[in-house]
């Protein structure tokens, strides 16, 4: 099945460091979307972004929807310990009236104190 | 609201039984859908619903039954466990219409292993 290219597949940095991640697909998506897994937790959405070359910030996370629609990146700015978990891009379109989401294989996030 | 609600947490199963993982949501969403998480695979689509009465399967559907009799729940069926299916299941619900997007609210999932 389809899935998305994401990476890297896991960074270790340090507290206040920056975060930069992406992910590309062969396909055109809709919709791009970014969430956050926590331990023993489902996903949670951070961003969504609706239109190509469109920026979006969410406190210190800033996401760019990409001019092709086949990419997207999010940025961490000033990390954290709580910024600790996966990270997830999703591509989103609909099929015969359902919404059908494609996840990257997610980037996992270590930080040093 | 509880949100998504799923059951059980963990399970051991033996292969060759089977069982059903509960999937509940209190915010009237139409669309209802499971997931399964593997490491280094992101979640992939099993089945979904649009409706009550109607279901679709996904991108894995294979060794997996649904039904959707309310709009309240959505259990997910495993009809004759393999160690392949084990895996982290997640169940998501969300509002549905027209062509809009709309977010997807994620139960806590249910860790499953299959010996």
């Known amino acids: 099945g389809q899935q998305l290219n994401q990476s890297p597949q896991s960074m270790f940095i340090q507290e206040g460091e920056d975060v930069s991640m992406n992910c590309t697909s062969s396909s055109i998506f809709n919709t791009w979307l970014w969430y956050k897994q926590e331990p023993g937790e489902g996903p949670v959405l951070l961003i969504a972004l609706y239109k190509a070359g469109e920026l979006t910030s969410n406190g210190r996370l800033t996401a760019q929807f990409g001019i092709t629609r086949k990419d997207s990146f999010l940025n961490i700015s000033a990390s954290i310990p709580s910024d600790v978990g996966i990270y997830f891009c999703?591509?989103?379109?609909?099929?015969?009236?359902?919404?059908?989401?494609?996840f990257g294989q997610g980037t996992r996030l270590t930080i040093n104190p | 609201n509880a949100g998504v609600t799923q059951t059980p947490k963990f399970q051991v199963l033996k292969t060759g039984q089977s069982m059903t993982l509960q999937c509940a949501q209190d915010?009237?969403?139409?669309?209802m859908s499971w997931y399964r998480q593997d490491p280094g695979m992101g979640l992939r689509l099993i089945h979904y619903?649009?409706?009550?009465?109607?279901?679709d399967q996904g991108e894995v559907p294979n060794g997996y039954n649904v039904s959707r009799s309310t709009t309240e729940d959505f259990p997910l069926r495993l009809l004759s466990a393999a160690p392949s299916q084990t895996s982290v299941y997640f169940c998501?619900?969300?509002?549905?219409?027209?062509?809009?997007?709309?977010?997807?609210?994620f139960g806590p999932g249910t860790r499953l292993t299959v010996l």
């Open positions: 998501a619900s969300s509002y549905s219409s027209g062509t809009s997007f709309y977010e997807q609210f």
């Open positions: 999703a591509g989103h379109r609909r099929v015969q009236g359902a919404q059908k989401l494609v």
């Open positions: 619903s649009v409706g009550a009465g109607i279901t």
């Open positions: 915010m009237n969403h139409e669309y």
